[in-house]
């Protein structure tokens, strides 16, 4: 199996865990967004990462390849049975994808990626507004629903890992979760973050 996208993303880092998670082996090839290579685009029909290709078989999207891969590689399971458990882990995956890592990359994309990458600089504003008045609803939340090791059943799974890998991100620009004002949340992400299949993406290629 191919797997198109930097070590960066933190949707590409799903995909990575998902397969370390699996012991399924890959090759991975840490191309950028709309990177001009014939067969990442193949894969990839709006130029986003990641994408995969499996023995011919290309498909895009985080969440439709976890899904591919649960069905495809059955064990350890990464998505539960249990009619509410897989309400929570869908919720949870859309969740990480969309409204938390939107706030959680400021830090990133103004630290990181615009004074690095992109030639601009960076907003401190913007990060201080992250920061002070958009995460924390989202860390109250998530604090509240931490009651173990794992935010859905008593099993990793894709829960798990679309809410943690963006704090991937988050920790590289110097931005940290308060461990005195949210505990729990401070305590499941370093935990998370620490499981060999995290360390393994963490430290994928970033192009
Ligand atoms: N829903 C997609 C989101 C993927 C995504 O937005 N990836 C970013 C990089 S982290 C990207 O490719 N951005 C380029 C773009 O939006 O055109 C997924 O889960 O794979």
């Excluded at 990575?16 to 399924?24: Q, R, T």
């Excluded at 859309?94 to 990133?108: N, R, S």
């Excluded at 924390?136 to 935010?151: A, M, W």
Aim: proline share 9%; no cysteine.
């Amino acid at each position: 199996m191919i797997v198109y996208g930097t070590g960066y993303s933190p949707y590409v880092r799903k995909v990575l865990v998902s397969l370390g998670e699996k012991n399924v082996p890959y090759e991975h090839r840490p191309v950028m967004f709309h990177a001009p290579d014939q067969d990442f685009q193949a894969a990839s029909p709006l130029g986003k990462i990641p994408a995969i290709e499996d023995g011919g078989f290309k498909l895009a999207d985080s969440s439709a390849i976890l899904w591919y891969l649960e069905r495809k590689h059955p064990t350890p399971a990464l998505v539960p049975s249990d009619p509410e458990a897989l309400g929570r882990a869908v919720w949870f995956d859309k969740f990480g994808d969309t409204e938390l890592f939107a706030k959680l990359v400021v830090p990133f994309v103004e630290r990181i990626l615009k004074p690095n990458m992109m030639s601009q600089p960076t907003d401190e504003a913007a990060v201080a507004k992250a920061l002070d008045k958009d995460l924390p609803p989202l860390f109250d939340y998530l604090e509240r629903q931490i009651s173990g090791p794992y935010l859905v059943g008593d099993a990793f799974g894709i829960a798990d890992i679309s809410i943690a890998t963006g704090f991937y991100n988050f920790h590289l620009a110097d931005a940290q979760v308060d461990a005195g004002r949210w505990p729990k949340l401070a305590a499941y992400v370093a935990e998370t973050l620490a499981r060999p299949s995290f360390k393994a993406a963490q430290d994928a290629k970033k192009g």
